[in-house]
């Protein structure tokens, strides 16, 4: 089924066939427009940019690439193709038929799931809005812009959801969405790690390999769930997602490739003097992203992930490799501080759906760092980045009460504070990664000293193609 782009709102949900849902919408629409101009991309706003737009939900055919104003990208409602007769695939309801309605002994919990996943959307867009001054090359503003306009697009999907199911509270969230302001004292977005300045590209693309990543993993956790337009929606957002992905995960090999040229000719392995990036403060950003993702998964025993999970609303990722999808009876063995060393606790199974989809994102992120480590060695230098141990500077959970080094052991408050500027980006690190981003590289085909060039470019198109035309 093909989506029709002239519509005033494309989609593939017969919104035609409602118009009172329609009609909401549309008036949500030009609100939405305003926040975009307020707190979208800082400048911009008549270039052409070389986007993909959403055409088709079918594994080939939906993404189709054009010059377009980000101002008037269209932003649409697109869920996956029903799956016939779909099954809950666990907790307490495992088996029964998925719900196409919501039901209203569960309505304020997928709400709270909804606007929480919505928040993160327009979150990352004003998080980001100041890069394009700065950014590397067109390629990589392209790219950026790209993540943008569909971090956009996932607002809509789950705004759709909010004013198709929850009536007038779900159009009340909906204005919400657009009030909050990502750092903001008295609105601020409701998860931390949403309201961290992403202040150069470093930042971006741990942003983009990490953050996103967390919404990969949430995504994926929202695919399972009963509710069966929820997991629909979750479902096309995650073909969107593994794009943004890609950025972050490239676009910190290219950094680490870059510095690993320059840091192998110099005596001291230093990177910044010869314009790029000392890899140890690529490995401090590494530090901060991580941990602070690691929160957005929640506490390591969570009474509100068992119950989303005993009554269907949210499963775990990839819900049908796990071995069991009741989990009533089994628990799970966590290993938690007590005074100055670690002891392992039993859980019980479903207290600890959190730890399992944190597992599944560590195994995933670990991957990646496996993979800028050959680069490394495939640059003839002997650093080595790595994760730090899960435990390592939490806010939220069970370790955030104690301090952690980045193996994971118990330290002081004040062995953490003395060690803090060599595990965490200092002030000093931020200086000298902005001193080697004071402005944009527009020239087609040219790339900052700090990044090394992408393997190929977007949609087939060369190194040197105008990504990004300027009036
Ligand atoms: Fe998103
Ligand atoms: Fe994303």
């Known amino acids: ?8 709102i494309p989609n593939n949900v017969d919104l035609d066939r409602d118009p009172r849902l329609r009609r909401a919408l549309e008036a949500w629409q030009p609100k939405y427009v305003d926040w975009w101009n307020e707190m979208g991309p800082v400048g911009f706003a008549n270039a052409d940019v070389y986007l993909r737009t959403a055409i088709d939900v079918g594994a080939q055919g939906w993404a189709n690439f054009g010059y377009v104003k980000m101002p008037e990208y269209r932003w649409g409602i697109f869920l996956s193709n029903p799956e016939a007769d779909r099954k809950i695939g666990f907790g307490d309801v495992a088996d029964q038929p998925a719900w196409q309605d919501v039901p209203g002994e569960h309505r304020a919990a997928l709400r709270r799931l909804i606007v929480t996943q919505a928040d993160t959307e327009p979150a990352s867009v004003e998080q980001q809005r100041n890069l394009g001054a700065i950014a590397p090359s067109l390629y990589d503003l392209r790219n950026l812009f790209q993540v943008n306009v569909e971090e956009g697009r996932h607002l809509w999907a789950m705004v759709y959801l909010l004013h198709r199911y929850f009536g007038r509270d779900g159009r009340d969230e909906g204005d919400e969405l657009l009030a909050r302001r990502s750092g903001s004292v008295e609105k601020p977005r409701i998860l931390s790690t949403f309201n961290q300045p992403v202040e150069d590209w470093l930042d971006f ?4 390999m990490f953050t996103d990543r967390d919404g990969k993993f949430q995504l994926l956790s929202l695919a399972e769930s009963g509710f069966d337009p929820l997991a629909r929606s979750a479902q096309f957002m995650l073909t969107e997602e593994a794009h943004h992905l890609f950025v972050g995960e490239t676009g910190i090999d290219r950094i680490v490739q870059r510095s690993a040229e320059v840091a192998r000719t110099d005596p001291n392995g230093e990177a910044f003097r010869h314009g790029a990036i ?5 490995q401090r950003y590494l530090n901060l992203w991580f941990s602070s993702c690691l929160d957005l998964f929640g506490g390591e025993v969570s009474s509100n992930a068992a119950t989303y999970f005993a009554n269907g609303l949210k499963g775990r990722p990839h819900e049908a490799r796990f071995p069991n999808h009741v989990e009533h009876n089994e628990v799970r063995t966590l290993e938690l501080a007590q005074d100055d060393h670690l002891v392992t606790r039993e859980v019980a199974a479903r207290l600890a759906v959190n730890e399992d989809t944190r597992d599944a994102y560590i195994q ?11 680069t490394l060695r495939n640059a003839g230098v002997s650093y080595e980045l790595r994760l730090p141990n899960r435990r390592f500077n939490r806010r939220i959970g069970e370790h955030s009460d104690t301090f952690f080094d980045p193996d994971g052991q118990p330290i002081t408050a004040e062995q953490f504070t003395r060690s803090m500027d060599q595990w965490l980006p200092s002030a000093a690190d931020r200086v000298a990664v902005r001193a080697l981003q004071t402005r944009a590289v527009t020239t087609p085909g040219q790339f900052a000293s700090w990044i090394a060039p992408p393997l190929r470019g977007i949609d087939g198109r060369p190194m040197d193609f105008q990504y990004v035309r300027f009036d």
């Open 1 to 8: 089924m093909s989506i029709d782009l002239s519509a005033k």
């Open 278 to 282: 000392d890899l140890p403060v690529i």
């Open 364 to 374: 995933d992120c670990d991957r990646a760092v496996g993979r800028w480590n050959r």
């Open 205 to 208: 693309f741990m942003f983009t």
